[in-house]
Nanobody
Framework: QVQLVESGGGLVQPGGSLRLSCAAS????????MNWYRQAPAKERDLVAT????????NYAESVKGRFTISRDNAKNTVYLQMNSLKPEDTAVYYC?????????WGQGTQVTVSS
């Protein structure tokens, strides 16, 4: 079965950093685009970053460009989101996602709270 498990969330002060991880299993990880989404309270779930199967091409939401970096380690079946210069508006539940065999799969989410 396809499984995506996020970790690394927590409470951080404005200007701080966090590194999220997503461990994938149940599919050929190195063949698939991976994505990070986030959802703040009472908001839609929005795409934050995406990375090609090889890790060569990445794309970011304008709101995080220059602050966040998506990367992957295909040998470890893991995708990462390095978040720097965090702002209170980055507070959300962050989800790892992929489309596998025509269906979108989601991790359970990890809470990121940016507050002093």
């Amino acid at each position: 079965q396809v499984q995506l498990v996020e970790s690394g969330g927590g409470l951080v002060q404005p200007g701080g950093s966090l590194r999220l991880s997503c461990a994938a299993s149940g599919f050929t990880f190195s063949s698939y685009v991976m994505n990070w989404y986030r959802q703040a309270p009472a908001k839609e779930r929005d795409l934050v970053a995406t990375i090609a199967s090889t890790g060569g091409n990445t794309n970011y939401a304008e709101s995080v460009k220059g602050r966040f970096t998506i990367s992957r380690d295909n040998a470890k079946n893991t995708v990462y989101l390095q978040m720097n210069s965090l702002k209170p508006e980055d507070t959300a539940v962050y989800y790892c996602s992929a489309v596998v065999w025509g269906r979108r799969y989601w991790g359970q989410g990890t809470q990121v709270t940016v507050s002093s």
